[in-house]
């Protein structure tokens, strides 16, 4: 399902699919990844788990999809990636269509990746870019967004896509996209406080706990 539709964005930011996570589809058209100023604006983390085969994202270890590392398996913390029992920061730009074969939604899927790792204390902060479409499934109940995130850093204006070659798309989507923060810790507070920084008037962070330091 194609995400590049009619409309102007007020600045480039990309959301990347994986065909090798998602399911069967066509990676001429359906790869897109974050672009530089989002990588600059989180900085850098520890792990990427849906990570582009350029490994663009400044991240310690990156899992593959197209190389047959499947991040929705393989654990995040140290069990399945750090020996020296570190917990970290990991940054998630998941696939937003559904699985080709399940038909089930991929970032509900991922969402739950996502609070299952936190909670389980493998890591100490994820942040994923995702579409804000707060009357989906995964947003709601005591493992949806609301219930389990700290922040909601909403981003200004309709988005663009950025491709394999490094280029914006034309066109930018008709949704409007965030960041969601899952984590209290002091990284993921430095990490909140780092991006509303960067992105200055681009970004509102919205508090979805009452733990914490304000950014």
Known sequence: VSKVVQGQATFD??????PAVRGNLDSGSDQFYTPRFIREWIGPVDLDPCADPERRVDA???FVGLEGEDGLLRAWGPSGLWSDGHTGVVYVNPPYNRDAES???NLARWTAKCVREYRQGHVDCVV??????????YWWGKDGIFESAAWLLHIRGRIRFENAAGCATAQGATFASGLVVWGTSLKAQRLVQRVCKAAGDQVKAVRLDRRGVEP
């Not at 870019?129 to 499934?137: A, F, H, T, V």
């Open 60 to 62: 310690r270890s990156h």
């Open 103 to 105: 038909g089930e939604s």
């Open 128 to 137: 994923a870019l995702i579409p804000i479409r707060c009357s989906e499934s």
């Open 13 to 18: 930011l990309v959301v990347r699919y994986d």
